[in-house]
C-alpha cells in the first residue's frame, strides 16, 4: 500500500516520525499498518508531481476491510483492546517522537480561531460558538486531568469507525496514522463515540445498537487498562471537542477541496452548535 501526501501538511521529519513510530509498534506485536523501510533505512519518499511536491510512505498489505456502520460488538470489543494495548505500547518506550501536543489550545481555541473569519458574517453565532467552547473548556480544565502516562502520551488521533481494518478471521488493524499527536488518551476513545452518534432520538433502536457498541469498545479497553473515573467524567466532553475540531479540520481540507470555503454556511455552523449543545446538554454533567 503506498501512502502520498502534500508537503504543506507535515514536514518530512514528522512523517518520518510517524513512520518509525508504526515500525515500533508493528515490531512489538500491536497490530497496525506497517512500513517498509528504504535501502538506507529511512521510509519516507520524496518527489513532484504536476500539482505539487508530495511524500510517500509504502506499507504492507493488510487484508480486511473497514467497518463502518456494520462494525459489530465482537469488533468494536476487540478494537478497544487494541487500542489500549497501543496506548500502553507506547508508554513502554523512552523515545520521544517529533509531533504536537492535542493539548486544549489546540483542541479547542485553535479551531475557533479557524473558524472565526467563516464567521465573521454571523456574529451571533460566533458569540454561541465562543461561549461554548469556553465552558468545554472550563469544565475540562476543572477536571485536572495528569499530562503523564497512562493517561497523556502519543495518540493515534483519529480513531473512529473506519480507521481499522477487520479480516475474515475478525483480527482487527490499526490504520490511518497521519494525526499522531501527544495527547489525553481518553480523547482518542472520543472519536469512536463521536462516530456513533447519530442524528435521531434516545428511542431509536439503531441508537441504542450504537450505544452497545461502544459499551463494547470500553470494555475491551478496561480490560488492557481500566480507565480512571475523571477519565470517564471527561469522556463526554472530548467528544464535544472532536466535533469541533472536525468542523475545523474541514475548514483547513477545504483548501484542497472541489467545495472550498463556500461550502461553510450560516446553516453549516448554525447545525454545528445544535449538535454539540445537544450533546452537551445530553451527556455533558
Not at 519516507?44 to 511536491?53: D, E, K, L, R, V
Not at 523515545?95 to 489550545?105: D, E, I, P, V
Not at 469498545?217 to 481500566?226: A, F, S
Amino acid at each position: 500500500m503506498l501512502g502520498i501526501y502534500p508537503v504543506r501538511s507535515l514536514s518530512r521529519e514528522e512523517w518520518e516520525a510517524q513512520a518509525q513510530l508504526m515500525a515500533m509498534l508493528d515490531s512489538n506485536g500491536i497490530a497496525v499498518t506497517a512500513p517498509v523501510s528504504r535501502k538506507d533505512g529511512f521510509y519516507t519518499h520524496a518527489f513532484n508531481t504536476p500539482s505539487g511536491s508530495h511524500y510517500a510512505l509504502l506499507m504492507r498489505f493488510v487484508p480486511g476491510s473497514a467497518p463502518g456502520e456494520t462494525l459489530t460488538e465482537g469488533q468494536a470489543h476487540l478494537y478497544g483492546k487494541t487500542v489500549a494495548q497501543m496506548h500502553l505500547c507506547m508508554d513502554r518506550q523512552t523515545g520521544s517522537y517529533q509531533r504536537h501536543h492535542m493539548n486544549l489550545a489546540f483542541l479547542l481555541h485553535d479551531p475557533l480561531a479557524l473558524m472565526a473569519p467563516l464567521l465573521e458574517p454571523f456574529p451571533v453565532l460566533y458569540r454561541s460558538l465562543s461561549e461554548m467552547v469556553v465552558h468545554i473548556k472550563l469544565k475540562l480544565e476543572k477536571m485536572n486531568l495528569p499530562t503523564t502516562p497512562p493517561y497523556y502520551g502519543i495518540c493515534h488521533g483519529d480513531l473512529h469507525w473506519k480507521n481499522l481494518l477487520v479480516d475474515e478471521q475478525e483480527q482487527v488493524t490499526l490504520i490511518d496514522w497521519d494525526y499522531v499527536s501527544y495527547g489525553w488518551r481518553v480523547y482518542d476513545l472520543a472519536a469512536l463515540r463521536r462516530s456513533l452518534e447519530p442524528v435521531i432520538s434516545l428511542e431509536d433502536p439503531e441508537k441504542q445498537r450504537r450505544l452497545s457498541l461502544y459499551e463494547a469498545y470500553l470494555r475491551g479497553y478496561d480490560q488492557m487498562r481500566p480507565l480512571s473515573t475523571p477519565e470517564y467524567s471527561a469522556l463526554p466532553y472530548f467528544v464535544a471537542t472532536r466535533y469541533i475540531w472536525i468542523c475545523a479540520e474541514r475548514i483547513a481540507l477545504s483548501v484542497d477541496s472541489k467545495w472550498g470555503a463556500n461550502a461553510f454556511t450560516e446553516s453549516y455552523f448554525d447545525e454545528l452548535f445544535r449538535t454539540v449543545n445537544r450533546w452537551v446538554d445530553t451527556y455533558c454533567f
